[in-house]
């Protein structure tokens, strides 16, 4: 005589449900690759990377010249100070024409974040 209590036997496929069932559980419990912190990337300078990388986006462009303008605005801030230095990122890009600023914010934040 066999031993087995077989009077509630698992359904056809019970067993393959329930792994399926704990894969997706491990999944979803796994740590999820995530870029680091942004004060960790400023730290390595992984933004003003970003950044650059976004202002040469306008390089070789009908926007070149629009790029010493910038510039010269964020050299006043720096050095001169006063009003200039109150600017905002958004007032030293408005000198940008408005296809160039969504160039470049465009690609700061798909690359940014």
Known sequence: MNDENNTNPEPVGFWDEMAQEAAKWDLSNSPKETKPKPEKRLANNELADVACEAIYQ??????????????????????????????????????????????VTEYVQSNAN
Do not use: F, M
């Not at 009908?62 to 200039?84: F, R």
């Not at 109150?86 to 408005?94: D, E, F, N, P, Y």
């Open 58 to 103: 306008l390089y070789h462009t009908k926007y070149d010249i629009w790029l010493k303008k910038v510039t010269n605005e964020l050299v006043k801030a720096i050095v001169l100070g006063g009003h200039y230095e109150q600017q905002t990122v958004g007032q030293i890009l408005s000198h940008l024409p408005p296809a160039a600023k969504k160039i």
